[in-house]
């Protein structure tokens, strides 16, 4: 008796979806690969932002230097805030930043400054007002002018590592004005010239960008957060493994030039909105608590990466100093010591 074949789109979809199951066990298992015992000595260190502890009625001063002398954090990335450092055209005020530098600088610590429009915590874009009332290409002129005045100052510090030029420029994120197609490319030729002796660092997202950034620049600093606020509410980044940044940085060097990859901004606060001080403790709790940054502290190390700075030491200093929470400054000691 003759057997019933099947029709032969019937056929046609049953092998599709066999191919389909069959690359989707092998994308399974290759991602649950990412997630194994591999550790690698790492380099620990922090963002910190003057406007930020303002932010939080805290004196930044007093913040620095807790986080050299009771952490031990010898490794900072800091901000050269345009407009601050020039508040209004060709009057220049350095004298916080070269403060900053200095105290670093007493007990050996390095720093990656961080220059450009576009520079860590909200509002992200820092570009004076005087500024913004210019056209288009009058403002580019100042920022260069900005760069040339900055990097001249500072080349000759020995406690800077590496220049950050701008701060994630290709990610459509803060009030920002649209930057020119080739404009970044232009910022990275000057300090490039300007000062040839030291490598030239920028940032992208680490979950949300292809850093495509990486083939412009030496190195590349990229964004790892675990708990965020999204436009469907808490959203958290629990099925990815730790070692998928690291897979995804040797993928990407098949295609294009092999920057140094490392993390420019691990998140060791609360996601919240709008503010810290406009939302209570317990409401800042529920995206980052205790258990959290204990969790994203061994993330941190099975990510094999060999270079972070975390996210937040404003907040672990107010949560001690303010609101009598010390444990995540107690915690955060353990990063450091």
């Given at each position: 008796?003759?057997?019933?074949?099947?029709?032969?789109?019937?056929?046609?979809?049953?092998?599709?979806?066999?191919?389909?199951?069959?690359?989707?066990?092998?994308?399974?298992?290759?991602?649950r690969l990412m997630d194994k015992d591999f550790y690698v000595a790492q380099t620990a260190g922090v963002t910190i932002s003057r406007p930020y502890a303002e932010e939080l009625k805290l004196k930044p001063d007093e913040v620095l230097t807790a986080a050299l002398d009771e952490l031990k954090i010898r490794r900072f990335r800091v901000p050269a805030y345009w407009s601050l450092v020039e508040p209004q055209q060709a009057k220049w005020d350095w004298i916080n930043l070269d403060k900053d530098l200095a105290a670093i600088g007493a007990r050996q610590g390095k720093v990656v400054l961080a220059i450009g429009q576009k520079l860590p915590r909200w509002p992200e874009c820092w570009i004076?007002?005087?500024?913004?009332?210019?056209?288009?290409?009058?403002?580019?002129?100042?920022?260069?002018?900005?760069?040339?005045?900055?990097?001249?100052?500072?080349?000759?510090?020995?406690?800077?590592?590496?220049?950050?030029?701008?701060?994630?420029?290709?990610?459509?994120?803060?009030?920002?004005?649209?930057?020119?197609?080739?404009?970044?490319?232009?910022?990275?030729?000057?300090?490039r010239k300007l000062d040839?002796?030291?490598?030239?660092?920028?940032?992208?997202?680490?979950?949300?960008?292809?850093?495509?950034?990486?083939?412009?620049?030496?190195?590349?600093?990229?964004?790892?957060?675990?708990?965020?606020?999204?436009?469907?509410?808490?959203?958290?980044?629990?099925?990815?493994?730790?070692?998928?940044?690291?897979?995804?940085?040797?993928?990407?060097?098949?295609?294009?030039?092999?920057?140094?990859?490392?993390?420019?901004?691990?998140?060791?606060?609360?996601?919240?909105?709008p503010s810290i001080l406009g939302t209570t403790v317990e409401q800042q709790m529920k995206t980052f608590d205790l258990k959290q940054m204990q969790d994203n502290i061994a993330f941190a190390k099975r990510s094999s990466l060999s270079t972070i700075d975390y996210w937040g030491v404003e907040w672990w200093y107010w949560m001690k100093t303010v609101k009598n929470h010390p444990e995540f400054w107690e915690l955060a000691k353990s990063i450091y010591q």
């Open positions: 008796m003759k057997k019933n074949k099947l029709p032969t789109w019937q056929r046609r979809l049953l092998i599709a979806a066999v191919i389909l199951a069959a690359l989707s066990f092998i994308g399974f298992v290759c991602f004076p007002d005087w500024a913004m009332s210019l056209d288009q290409g009058s403002r580019e002129n100042e920022l260069k002018n900005y760069l040339t005045e900055t990097v001249n100052r500072y080349r000759d510090n020995p406690s800077i590592s590496v220049w950050q030029v701008e701060n994630e420029p290709g990610f459509p994120f803060g009030t920002c004005l649209k930057i020119r197609a080739g404009l970044f490319e232009e910022e990275v030729a000057l300090v040839p002796s030291r490598p030239i660092a920028s940032t992208d997202s680490g979950e949300l960008a292809l850093w495509t950034m990486g083939k412009k620049v030496d190195q590349l600093g990229i964004s790892i957060y675990r708990v965020v606020v999204s436009p469907i509410g808490i959203w958290r980044y629990w099925f990815v493994p730790p070692q998928l940044y690291l897979r995804k940085a040797q993928f990407l060097s098949w295609f294009m030039r092999d920057p140094h990859i490392y993390v420019s901004e691990f998140q060791m606060e609360p996601w919240v909105d």
